[in-house]
């Protein structure tokens, strides 16, 4: 069965700092996709980056990059000079590429920014 | 862009009648759209997978009387909550699936519901 695991329920970071959350996946499958979301107190949920697992080289959107070791099915977000509005939780979420495109979920991490 | 609405944001209603919550794909066509629960501090629950012109797909556990999910268009899927009951109380979120290249869900703003 594929899982995945947010092993930090709650980090916290200074204001202008960098922060790494963890994911990790159990998988059989060689062909997925992994993603980032955001969601922030208004709960809204926002897509913040997203992996193909067949592209080696790690997706990066601003602030925001991914350290994705397949071998080691691990995908963790680097939030660089991190701001206020960093503040949220954030979901790690796998999809197998040919699927009916659900998405499956970790439990969540929460971003505290300290000013 | 990909933005997706719900509607209405927050809703109260009785014990006994029936919500209807819609969500709409406002810039893209979505086959396929997700319906979600979140209970407080949890990640999200996926109900039910809709789409486009056929039946929903329920996960197990979810009750297809009660949810009943219709996807009449390839911008509007709608979530009535029949018979609500205060244990119905909860946050639902809908996702609409945007196709390639992102291929990618984009959600909406969520619902929250209260039955008295």
């Known amino acids: 069965a594929q899982t995945v695991t947010q092993s930090q329920p709650e980090m916290s970071v200074q204001e202008a700092e960098t922060v790494t959350l963890s994911c990790t996946y159990d998988t059989s499958e060689s062909d997925y996709y992994l993603f980032w979301y955001k969601q922030p107190p208004s709960r809204q949920m926002i897509l913040v980056i997203r992996?193909?697992?067949?592209k080696q080289q790690n997706a990066t959107e601003n602030r925001f990059s991914v350290n994705f070791q397949k071998a080691a099915k691990s995908f963790s977000l680097k939030i660089s000079d991190s701001q206020l509005g960093d503040a949220a939780m954030y979901f790690c979420?796998?999809?197998?590429?040919?699927?009916?495109?659900?998405?499956?979920w970790g439990a969540g991490t929460k971003l505290i920014i300290k000013p | 862009g990909a933005v997706v609405s719900q509607h209405p944001s927050r809703v109260i209603c009785k014990s006994g009648t029936s919500v209807k919550i819609e969500c709409r794909s406002l810039?893209?066509?979505?086959?396929?759209m997700f319906w979600y629960r979140q209970f407080p501090k949890q990640s999200l629950m996926l109900m039910a997978t809709s789409n486009e012109g056929s039946k929903a797909t329920y996960e197990q556990g979810v009750e297809k009387d009660k949810f009943l999910i219709n996807h009449a268009s390839l911008t509007l899927s709608t979530l009535t909550v029949t018979s609500a009951h205060p244990e119905d109380s909860s946050f639902y979120i809908c996702?609409?699936?945007?196709?390639?290249?992102?291929?990618?869900?984009?959600f909406g703003p969520g619902t929250r519901l209260t039955v008295l």
């Open positions: 979420a796998y999809r197998i590429a040919d699927s009916n495109y659900q998405l499956i």
């Open positions: 996702s609409a699936r945007k196709g390639l290249p992102t291929d990618t869900q984009y």
């Open positions: 992996q193909e697992a067949y």
């Open positions: 810039d893209f066509q979505a086959t396929t």
